[in-house]
């Protein structure tokens, strides 16, 4: 067992993309995944885990997840920027801290499946993390967070605190009032 930082990420709208054209689909996602996987190591992570258009890494720093997250999701926009509208590919990230299980290089446990449901409640192009991840990273990064209170998920007996991450910096009044 081990305490890491968990970064789950999935494509937003990926069976619709499909349909509409598989080879272009399949080679915007092998670019974005170049990028994807460049800045996981650039900021000394590790991917875990990929399927179909999830990709799942671990962190032994909170921050160094945050940082890649957010400049993941920089780039992606980027690239997708270069793209015809109907052929952009958005990822949605979720972050969480836990302990996880190891085995042959594969983590499991319930901060991977928090991680991932988090990440099903992030904005196309966006990042949620939970309440551990935002009191970690708080006063040492510039992003605002706006509260998404507690959220009930699948297949996890407790909610959630969620937080959507905002670049301008801006803290939801909510949050400032919270403190």
Same mark, same amino acid.
């Given at each position: 067992?081990?305490?890491? +930082?968990?970064? =789950? =990420? ?13 080879? =272009?689909?399949? #080679?915007?996602?092998?670019?974005? /995944?170049? $990028?994807?996987? &460049?800045? $996981?190591?650039?900021?000394?992570? %590790? ?6 258009? !999830? ?5 032994? !720093?909170?921050?160094? +997840? ?6 993941? &999701? ?12 109907? /052929? /952009?590919? &958005?990822?949605? $990230? ?19 499946? @928090? +991680?991932?449901? @988090?990440? #099903? ?5 966006? @990042?949620?993390?939970? %309440?551990?991840? %935002?009191?970690? @990273? ?13 959220? !009930?998920?699948?297949?996890?007996? &407790?909610? $959630? ?8 910096? +801006? ?9």
């Amino acid at each position: 067992r081990k305490l890491v +930082a968990i970064v =789950a =990420a999935d494509v937003a709208g990926y069976s619709r993309l499909m349909e509409a054209d598989e080879e =272009a689909t399949l #080679a915007t996602l092998s670019d974005h /995944r170049r $990028i994807i996987d &460049q800045e $996981i190591a650039d900021h000394r992570g %590790r991917i875990a885990g990929t399927a179909g258009d !999830s990709v799942l890494a671990e962190f032994a !720093s909170v921050l160094d +997840a945050v940082h890649a997250g957010l400049r993941i &999701q920089q780039l992606l926009g980027e690239a997708n920027g270069a793209l015809p509208e109907h /052929r /952009r590919m &958005q990822f949605r $990230i979720g972050i969480n801290i836990g302990d996880v299980m190891v085995k042959d290089g594969d983590i499991f446990g319930d901060g991977v499946n @928090i +991680a991932a449901r @988090i990440e #099903a409640l992030a904005r196309p192009g966006g @990042i949620c993390v939970s %309440r551990g991840v %935002r009191d970690h @990273i708080r006063h040492k990064i510039l992003v605002g967070f706006e509260d998404l209170g507690e959220q !009930s998920v699948k297949n996890i007996a &407790q909610p $959630i605190r969620v937080f959507h991450l905002r670049l301008d910096g +801006a803290e939801d009044a909510d949050e400032l009032a919270a403190d």
